[in-house]
Nanobody, 125 residues
């Protein structure tokens, strides 16, 4: 059984930073790519960032490139999303997800098999 739990969300002002964390329990965290998605009210879930099981080949959505950074700590079974220069349009529920394999095979929700319950991020102007 795999469980993902996100934490670190909150309400901030535009320009502030937040770091989201995702704790993963269960099998073989280190062998899978991980990702972050977000969903705003009334919108579809959208890709934010992903990191492979090993190596520097991270992937970012254009809307967050240069502001958000994904990283992982295999020893702690955690993945992180550092969010800088936050904007009101970043307001959403953020979800951590585990991919089906070691590489980033895609950036659609269907490319990820396990999901956390989400953490809310609200950015006011």
């Amino acid at each position: 059984q795999v469980h993902l739990t996100e934490y670190g969300g909150g309400s901030v002002q535009a320009g502030d930073s937040l770091r989201l964390s995702c704790a993963i329990s269960g099998r073989a965290f280190a062998d899978y790519a991980m990702g972050w998605f977000r969903q705003a009210p009334g919108k579809e879930r959208e890709f934010v960032a992903a990191i492979p099981w090993s190596g520097p080949n991270t992937v970012y959505a254009d809307s967050v490139k240069g502001r958000f950074y994904i990283s992982r700590d295999t020893a702690k079974n955690e993945v992180y999303l550092q969010m800088n220069s936050l904007k009101p349009e970043d307001t959403a529920t953020y979800y951590c997800a585990r991919a089906y394999g070691m590489i980033i095979a895609g950036t659609q929700p269907r490319d990820f098999g396990y999901w956390g319950q989400g953490t809310q991020v609200s950015v006011s102007s």
